[in-house]
């Protein structure tokens, strides 16, 4: 130990000289940079080196004063007070050398060889290099050093900015902003470990905001700087990025956390807007070329794995969920994938406020659409895009307010402000090729996204672009409907029709009747007709045209079905193999059951037409007949179930027999395909409520209702399951049998236990169907919750495959894209390389000789019927699938 020389009294006078001494050293600097504030810049050598020397000791002593400030606590404020005169008299001597010299009029071309010029530079250089300084001390320092803070800071902006191009190449500018960046990253990192550690009770407004108050201060301090200097700024685009995704990130990160909303809040009001600030400078400087920001672009929003470079930024602080956001580097398991969100949160932020740039920045946003829609179809992202809610600020009049929003809203809202403000611009045309490219979107996320621009669009835009929209689109439908089947769901034409359709009903629905008019009036032409049953089978919005119009098109639409089923006869279907016969029985079952139409004028030559249909798929050896056959049994169905009155009718018995024998007991039974009749079986059975029923063993009638209900509940597929249960509900709550146990099978594929799938329990059928009924009622809201995250992204995984596979079918997605939105005169089929549509020539040649081989076969040996049936339903699968991939290809 030092033993105690002197008494407390001496050393507490000492110091109270010591502090005195100081001070007025520090007065001395401020009153000679004031001195030396009037006097223009001296050409003598031997001065102009004592002023430099003289400034940096005075630089030093102040820095030293503020370091040690915590051991002369005493003495704080009137330090702290001297320092400030100090850095005052600085900025101002600074600015008059600045003026005297004039090189803010002079620019580039100013002579920095002129000794007294080179001189200016260097002092001020070295003040804002030590201003710099003294900002980063005071900024670890805590809340007392704020006004030291905000001075040193304000100082290095007000230099640079006098000295602003003679003066930024002879400063490390790019080293300043990376010293603030930093500054914003250290403090969010500490209290996102704190509150991600402590996590007991809710984090408070006020402590999120003392947190984020000087994040901001530097964060604007960073946006100052870099519009000055925007290409300094450049050299440090990837820290730049980095904290600003970083930022965005754990916005949307938090707001998953019930205790951590008010940080996510806090985030949203006080950082989003500089962050915003901060790339914007960039991107709409006008001293950057078009391809340097092009690269900034890529940087914020790229689906590669990592963007950043190796360990950066390597600083390791704790082990939670929050380093993955902190420290994301290309080694880690959740890599960058886990900033996605951020990034999209990002680009809605610029989209959101893109007004104020400029129209090459416009443009540059534009070419990122393409990349938040692949981004959109990952899973994780998909799920969390439509389960988050976040918090979004928008403008209500006067005041800025806060609201949280699902995070698929704020996209769209991002989406459609960025199209109001692109609209009198060039990158106008980007965008609508943009949405062009993507009217036929395979993922149904991006394909709703899509449309509600395009409904935006169209809502808004005059008459003469929405006019000049149908008329194109409907020119491409009539290409479609000449060379695609109508009546395949995932054919061009269908496709083509659903977007159509989409854009009538939520965009342009003041056409419709007009439209309706061209095609079902003017222009009754077989195109036309398809057309009309196309557009009917994608929900062609019937209950909002007029009263007349509506008339027209029901009337026309029975008088077309009730014709074509006067004229059935089997002998002709069979012998057709015409992909469009029946077209008035789709049409008619569509709007029948889209309306609930009930009317008279269905009548039994429905049923009979019905039992027709049965007969001749009993019989037909044709698989394509028997197919367009399946379809027409399940669209007659669906009209039938809609009209009561026809259950009383006594055909209905031979109908119920009939059905029975085709899927239960007849040699039909094994037909697998016929499930595709299943789902309108369904609410055929639940009309059944209309019809008498004797509840006895020996009635053929009742004992086939109770065979196809038992057919229903065995179905393991939930979709089966959920058609049955509502069919059942439907009938049990109208029927007048009272035994009502018979209708469900011992093994209903809801009475076995979910875990096994094995043991089957007496009631656990009728538990569910109370669960089933309870729910219907209940209202359906959502809330994100882990299980339900989980849910969404099995089934983002499952729409992502079905994208892969056909972008695979397409070839390269895009070329597929805009082949089926291809138009005008040059427009052909899409082909099939030269090698695969030889081998469909020898694939549909072989399918003719295996079904005469399977004819013979028939004809000769009746009595092995099972192998026939095998054969035959192998064959069938087949036929289908070359069918199929025949269709991709257009090669009939
Ligand atoms: C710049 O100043 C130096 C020294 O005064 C002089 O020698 C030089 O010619 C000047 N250059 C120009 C381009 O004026
Ligand atoms: C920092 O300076 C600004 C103006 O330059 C002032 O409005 C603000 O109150 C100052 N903050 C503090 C903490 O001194
Ligand atoms: C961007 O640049 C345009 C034109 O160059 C200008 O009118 C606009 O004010 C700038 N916006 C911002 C945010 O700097
Ligand atoms: C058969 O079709 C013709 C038109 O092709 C139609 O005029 C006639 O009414 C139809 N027959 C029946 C019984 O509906
Ligand atoms: C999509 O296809 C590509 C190549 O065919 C494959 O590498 C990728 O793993 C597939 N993605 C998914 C999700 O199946």
């Known amino acids: 130990m030092v033993p105690c020389l002197y008494s ?129 001390i005071a900024a670890k320092g805590g809340g007392g050093l704020v006004t030291i803070l905000n001075v040193s800071w304000k100082g290095v902006f007000t230099l640079l900015q006098h000295g602003n191009v003679v003066l930024s190449s002879k400063v490390n500018v790019a080293a300043i902003i990376l010293n603030l960046v930093s500054l914003v990253i250290e403090p969010m990192k500490c209290a996102a470990a704190t509150w991600s550690s402590v996590m007991k009770e809710p984090v408070s407004a006020t402590d999120a905001r003392r947190i984020f108050l000087p994040v901001k201060f530097f964060l604007i301090n960073a946006v100052k700087i870099s519009c000055l200097c925007p290409c300094q700024a450049y050299l440090v685009r990837k820290e730049i990025i980095f904290c600003v995704l970083v930022i965005s990130t754990y916005k949307v990160w938090l707001s998953n956390e019930k205790l951590l909303e008010t940080v996510s809040e806090a985030i949203t009001e006080l950082l989003e807007q500089p ?174 996204i899509v449309m509600e621009l395009w409904c935006f669009m169209l809502r808004y835009a005059d008459d003469n672009l929405v006019n000049g929209v149908i008329s194109k689109l409907f020119s491409v439908m009539k290409l479609l409907a000449s060379s695609e089947p109508v009546l395949v769901y995932s054919s061009a034409l269908r496709k083509m029709a659903r977007s159509i359709t989409m854009l009538l009903t939520y965009g342009a629905h003041t056409k419709l009747n007009e439209i309706f008019e061209y095609i079902f009036i003017q222009d009754k032409s077989q195109l036309s007709t398809v057309i009309w049953v196309a557009l009917i089978l994608e929900g062609f919005p019937l209950n909002l045209l007029s009263e007349k119009m509506k008339n027209i098109a029901i009337q026309s639409t029975i008088r077309d079905y009730l014709s074509f089923i006067g004229n059935f006869s089997e002998t002709s279907m069979l012998a057709s193999s015409s992909a469009t016969i ?110 008498k029923m004797t509840e006895t063993d020996d009635n053929a009638k009742s004992c086939a209702v109770w065979e196809l209900y038992h057919m229903l509940f065995k179905e393991r597929h939930w ?36 875990e096994s799938g094995k043991q089957v329990s007496e009631d656990g059928f009728m538990l569910e169907f109370k669960i089933f009924l309870e729910k219907e009622m209940a209202l359906l809201t959502v809330t994100s919750s882990s299980e339900q995250l989980e849910l969404l992204m099995k089934e983002g995984l499952v729409l992502k495959d079905m994208l892969n596979s056909s972008l695979k079918l397409c070839g390269t997605g895009n070329e597929c894209k805009s082949m089926e939105i291809d138009e005008g005169p040059s427009s052909r089929k899409r082909k099939l390389p030269e090698g695969l549509s030889k081998g469909m020539e020898l694939l549909k040649n072989g399918l003719k000789v295996m079904r005469q081989g399977l004819t013979l076969l028939e004809e000769g040996h009746v009595d092995s019927r099972e192998l026939h049936n095998k054969l035959r339903s192998h064959f069938s699968g087949l036929e289908d699938e070359i069918y199929r991939l025949g269709s991709q290809g257009g090669v009939d």
Request: proline share 3%.
């Open 275 to 448: 962050c915003l600030d901060l790339v914007k400078c960039i991107l709409n400087s006008t001293d950057l070329k078009q391809d340097l920001k092009h690269n900034i672009m890529d940087l914020l929003f790229t689906t590669e794995r990592c963007s950043f470079p190796d360990g950066y930024p390597s600083a390791c602080f704790m082990n939670d969920p929050m380093n993955e956001i902190f420290n994301t580097n290309c080694e880690g398991r959740n890599d960058a994938k886990i900033l996605s969100l951020g990034r999209i949160n990002f680009l809605l932020n610029l989209m959101k406020h893109s007004f104020d740039l400029s129209d090459d920045a416009k443009l540059l946003i534009t070419t990122k659409l393409n990349w938040l829609l692949d981004i959109l179809v990952q899973e994780d992202v998909y799920a969390s895009v439509l389960l988050l809610q976040v918090p979004f600020s928008y403008f209500s009049g006067k005041t800025t307010e806060l609201k949280w929003l699902p995070l698929l809203s704020c996209l769209l809202h991002a989406l459609k402000t960025f199209m109001v403000a692109v609209s009198k611009n060039y990158a106008w045309l980007e965008l609508q090729l943009f949405l062009l490219d993507n009217l036929l979107h395979p993922h149904f996320l991006c394909w709703d």
């Open 582 to 691: 029946g077209l008035p029985v789709f049409s008619a079952s569509t709007t029948i059951q889209s309306m609930k139409l009930s009317t008279s004028d269905i009548d039994v030559r429905t049923l009979k037409f019905l039992l027709a249909l049965l007969r001749s798929y009993k019989i037909s050896g044709v698989e394509q007949a028997k197919g367009v056959c399946r379809k027409l049994i399940s669209e007659t169905l669906g009209i039938i179930s809609c009209m009561k009155h026809l259950y009383a009718v006594n055909e209905m018995e031979e109908v119920i027999l009939e059905l029975e024998k085709l899927f239960i007991s007849g040699p039909t039974a094994s037909d697998a395909l016929l499930y595709e009749c299943k789902s309108s079986l369904a609410p055929f059975l639940a009309g059944l409520a209309h019809s």
């Open 8 to 136: 407390r009294d001496w050393v507490w006078t000492h110091l109270n000289f010591f502090v005195q001494l100081l001070l007025d050293a520090l007065k001395f600097s401020a009153v000679s940079f004031s001195a030396l504030a009037r006097c223009p810049p001296s050409e003598d050598k031997v001065l102009m080196n004592t002023v430099e020397n003289f400034a940096l000791e005075q630089l030093n002593l102040m820095i030293e004063s503020v370091s040690e400030i915590q051991s002369i606590h005493k003495f704080r404020s009137e330090i702290l007070k001297a320092v400030q005169m100090v850095i005052d008299a600085m900025i101002k001597f600074s600015e008059f050398h600045s003026q005297v010299l004039d090189w803010e009029s002079s620019g580039e071309e100013f002579n920095k060889t002129r000794p007294s010029v080179n001189h200016v530079l260097n002092v001020h250089k070295c003040v804002m290099e030590k201003l710099c300084e003294l900002g980063t």
């Open 719 to 754: 979709a089966f399951i959920h058609l049955g249960l509502k069919a059942f509900g439907y009938f049990a709550a109208r029927t007048s049998c009272e035994e009502l146990w018979r209708f469900v099978p011992q093994n209903a594929a809801l009475s076995y236990d979910l």
